[in-house]
């Protein structure tokens, strides 16, 4: 599977942006996808994540300010992100895997990331 982010860019505190994630390759293998950032000197977290079936987690950090949602396919993901914070700087990965343990997991496809800058 290959992911391909886009969508980042830089904008001030309070503002919105959107990201998108193409999947493509052997997307029938894909039941969770997510989203994951990277801070400067910090590890890669858990943003949100969606499986199949729509179900949705969220990092409590960005509960009620970002929303994940994805195509009919299983072949895109988005990440709305509305509030932004500076907090919220990193760059942004796309993830997808055939089980749940995306981070982690020995199956797990990632994108080449996209960089988020939130000004104060």
């Known amino acids: 599977v290959q992911l391909v982010e886009s969508g980042g860019g830089l904008v001030q505190a309070g503002g919105s942006l959107r990201l998108s994630c193409a999947a493509s390759?052997?997307?029938?293998?894909?039941?969770?996808m997510g989203w994951y950032r990277q801070a400067p000197e910090k590890q890669r977290e858990l943003v949100a994540t969606?499986?199949?079936?729509?179900?949705?987690n969220y990092a409590d950090s960005v509960k009620g300010r970002f929303t994940i949602s994805r195509g009919n396919a299983m072949n895109t993901v988005y990440l709305q992100m509305n509030s932004l914070k500076p907090e919220d700087t990193a760059v942004y990965y796309c993830?997808?895997?055939?089980?749940?343990?995306?981070?982690?997991?020995?199956?797990?496809?990632w994108g080449q990331g996209t960089r988020v800058t939130v000004s104060s």
């Open positions: 390759g052997s997307i029938f293998s894909i039941n969770y």
């Open positions: 969606i499986t199949r079936a729509s179900s949705t």
């Open positions: 993830a997808a895997a055939p089980g749940p343990n995306l981070l982690t997991g020995s199956l797990t496809s």
